[in-house]
């Protein structure tokens, strides 16, 4: 079992998941692209930093995609806000 994680093969499931997630909202729950993605995509970076930092990439490309999930986060933060007035 410790080969689906180092392989980082645990964290490709978890995004196909979110990505099964994602369809659904926009097919089924009526969310356009622009929310499912900024409600979602904060959580797909992160893990794809774990899968980079799992399979040994450089620390670099762990830090983009981090740094990458924080405004996505500060947008759907922003969206949320805006949905509430």
Partial sequence: MSWLFSSGHAIDIVLLV???EMGWLVLRA???MLRAGL???PGALMLLALRAALTGL???WIALLLL???PLNLADLV?????KR
């Fill in 30 to 32: 009526g969310w356009t």
């Fill in 18 to 20: 979110i990505g099964i």
């Fill in 39 to 41: 409600c979602l995509g």
């Fill in 79 to 83: 969206l949320r806000t805006r949905d």
């Fill in 68 to 70: 990458a999930s924080f």
């Fill in 58 to 60: 450089d620390w670099r």
